[in-house]
């Protein structure tokens, strides 16, 4: 089984695994990298579904 990387939005750290309960965590990732830039990849998704939803109104 291959690991999944979280990224802990309360202590802005990376988890391999699942270590802190999930409404703590973002993920998961497929690598260190990209949970790295969990916050970044979530900022752009909800700016792109915003931009949507302006769009859809």
């Known amino acids: 089984?291959?690991?999944e990387f979280w990224y802990n939005i309360v202590t802005?750290?990376?988890e391999e695994g699942k270590q802190s309960?999930?409404?703590d965590r973002a993920g998961?990732?497929?690598t260190r990298a990209e949970a790295?830039?969990?916050l970044?990849?979530?900022k752009?998704?909800?700016a792109r579904?915003?931009?949507e939803d302006a769009a859809d109104d």
Request: hydrophobic content about 40%; aromatic content about 4%.
């Open 1 to 3: 089984m291959s690991t």
């Open 12 to 14: 802005h750290e990376v």
């Open 21 to 23: 309960p999930a409404v």
């Open 28 to 30: 998961p990732y497929a």
């Open 36 to 38: 790295e830039q969990a």
């Open 40 to 42: 970044e990849t979530i």
């Open 44 to 46: 752009a998704r909800n």
């Open 49 to 51: 579904l915003d931009a």
